[in-house]
């Protein structure tokens, strides 16, 4: 029997069916009940089917990251938090690459930049960033204080977005139930325990980048850089910038103003590439290998350009580099120098509760590419 809260609920829905937005704290409070299972199922997949359907506003994204950060985020403190970075997507996307965001956070933080990320095990990819940061030898499932001091130690460290010990009550449970884009995408990507105030996201579709650029700002970020990349030709895109076509973004810049823009490779000196080497293998453990290659300098073409690519808007949001051209070259540099190897090692021996176990995962699947 439905209960009044569920009559409740099922109004925000016919509302959403009708094309009506909810103010900011309508949508906190619909998402309160979906995390706090206080309506049915079906209402709660009627709910994030609607939003989708009608497109999400900037208020209801907020409302539903409000609630996941107040009831369903393991906070935590790190010292000096102003110059953190977090490099994610939203998932869902429908060109499906390789762990591009992984590889080009390494580099960041072989270049000194501090990475917070937050991901996802993969739902409608064959490799997620929690997926391959454990075929690497990553601890993804160790608590938010083992995260954090592996940030401090190491610049870098991965929170789990599916983990309990990350988010104790729904975002596990939820997300893995659902194969579409939906407002609990993104306004999950954005709950990161220790909210970093720089970030460079990318969207599963072009016409979230202004509205989650917008989120971005209410809920403090400083300065991010929110893009969707596309392909030449195709009707696919892809929650990275993209060395296949154009990539679309909106800049939120430090003083508050929100600028749009778009680039295609050939602006940085890279190639255009056809899409097809930046598809993942459909084996986790080849793609690590991959990416082992890639940060050892032993990978050329298209992924190598893909990831100085994604990694450049890194140095460029954190402020290390003036431009996105710089910022591509002190990426190549992390690799030159082999810092994003010695990167890689310092995140697997710091991000873990058995470290020994995790190197040897790592150096295993490092030999077996020799």
Avoid at 315 to 342: D, L, M
Wanted: with cysteine.
């Amino acid at each position: 029997m439905l209960t009044d809260e569920d009559r409740k609920f099922g109004g925000y829905i016919a509302r959403v069916i009708q094309k009506a937005d909810l103010t900011r704290e309508e949508a906190r409070e619909a998402f309160t009940a979906v995390i706090a299972e206080q309506t049915t199922e079906m209402q709660q997949g009627a709910l994030l089917a609607a939003l989708t359907a009608k497109g999400e506003t900037a208020h209801e994204v907020a409302g539903a990251w409000e609630a996941i950060y107040d009831l369903d985020t393991r906070r935590i403190s790190i010292d000096d938090p102003d110059d953190l970075v977090e490099n994610s997507g939203t998932g869902m996307d429908t060109f499906k690459t390789f762990n591009i965001s992984t590889a080009a956070s390494v580099l960041a933080a072989a270049g000194g930049i501090r990475m917070a990320r937050h991901g996802a095990r993969a739902i409608t990819s064959v490799c997620g960033t929690v997926d391959m940061a454990e075929a690497l030898g990553v601890d993804v499932e160790c608590p938010v204080e083992t995260v954090a001091a592996s940030i401090r130690k190491s610049r870098i460290g991965l929170f789990n977005g599916m983990s309990a010990q990350v988010h104790p009550r729904a975002l596990g449970r939820i997300l893995s139930r659902i194969a579409f884009g939906s407002t609990l995408n993104i306004a999950a990507s954005l709950a990161n325990p220790v909210m970093p105030p720089l970030a460079v996201r990318g969207v599963y579709d072009r016409e979230q980048i202004l509205p989650v650029a917008q989120v971005m700002k209410a809920v403090g970020y400083r300065r991010a850089v929110v893009l969707h990349g596309t392909i030449d030709h195709s009707t696919c895109g892809m929650d990275e910038a993209s060395v296949c076509g154009t990539t679309y973004c909106a800049e939120l810049e430090p003083h508050g103003g929100i600028r749009e823009y778009s680039f295609r490779p050939e602006d940085f000196g890279l190639s255009v590439w056809a899409p097809d080497p930046l598809s993942p293998s459909g084996d986790v453990a080849c793609e690590a290998g991959r990416l082992i290659d890639l940060l050892r300098g032993n990978l050329e073409g298209a992924r190598l350009h893909a990831v100085l690519l994604n990694a450049g808007l890194v140095f460029y949001v954190a402020n290390r580099a003036a431009n996105i051209t710089e910022g591509i070259a002190q990426a190549a540099a992390s690799i030159s120098s082999g810092a994003a190897w010695k990167t890689l090692e310092e995140w697997v021996a710091s991000q873990n509760r058995n470290p020994r176990q995790g190197l040897e995962r790592l150096r295993s699947a490092a030999a077996s590419r020799q």
